[in-house]
């Protein structure tokens, strides 16, 4: 079942894809996770406009594109609290609101950095696709009679790449495999939780 939040995550997941795209797959394996917090940070009026923008080509009236914007706060204010972002300034709310339905930021244009937690889990989500391209294109190349390479079947191919294709350590794959043994071991139980990115 799709969240409530579906369209803010979608904008949102569409900015870190593109992040990972322009980075690449080895910096995404490789850089420590305060240069990756640096890369995947984003702003809040980026995606102010993102949402509003989005909004008015569905043809929302004021009243529904306001109520998305009211949303997306009510997300960075949800990831804040479970630990998947850090929002600059962190976010309060008044006396009033007792349900906490209208976050506060204490700057009007916060910084939104991810945590560590998080950019496993887009680790894990990059090293999918890797697996997915790699055994995509293996196929590819054995339909053709040009390769007789092994598909990736498990975690021990997947080591056994990394090693001799990408040119990575050893000891650096073998973080990278328990990462990725422990985040995809996680993914079914995380996907419908609220602390859990939506991950597609």
């Avoid at 706060?73 to 972002?85: E, I, P």
């Avoid at 349900?99 to 496993?120: A, D, G, S």
């Avoid at 056994?160 to 422990?182: F, M, P, Q, T």
């Amino acid at each position: 079942m799709r969240s409530v939040y579906n369209e803010e995550m979608d904008i949102i997941w569409e900015n870190y894809e593109q992040i990972i795209k322009k980075i690449g797959f080895r910096s995404m394996m490789l850089a420590s996770y305060p240069t990756l917090q640096k890369l995947f940070e984003l702003d809040y009026r980026d995606l102010f406009y993102q949402v509003k923008n989005n909004s008015k080509a569905q043809g929302k009236s004021k009243q529904e594109i306001s109520y998305s914007i009211l949303k997306l706060r009510r997300l960075m204010a949800m990831w804040q609290k479970s630990n998947v972002w850090l929002v600059e300034g962190g976010v309060s709310y008044k006396p009033t609101d007792r349900y906490e339905e209208f976050p506060l930021f204490q700057c009007q244009t916060p910084l939104i950095v991810p945590t560590e937690k998080t950019l496993k889990r887009l680790q894990a989500k990059c090293l999918h696709q890797y697996i997915e391209n790699y055994n995509a294109n293996v196929a590819q190349n054995i339909a053709s009679g040009r390769s007789k390479v092994h598909y990736i079947r498990n975690l021990r191919d997947l080591r056994n790449v990394l090693i001799a294709h990408e040119r990575i350590s050893e000891v650096i794959v073998n973080d990278i495999i328990k990462l990725y043994g422990s985040v995809e071991a996680k993914k079914e139980v995380n996907d419908y939780s609220n602390e859990s990115i939506d991950i597609k």
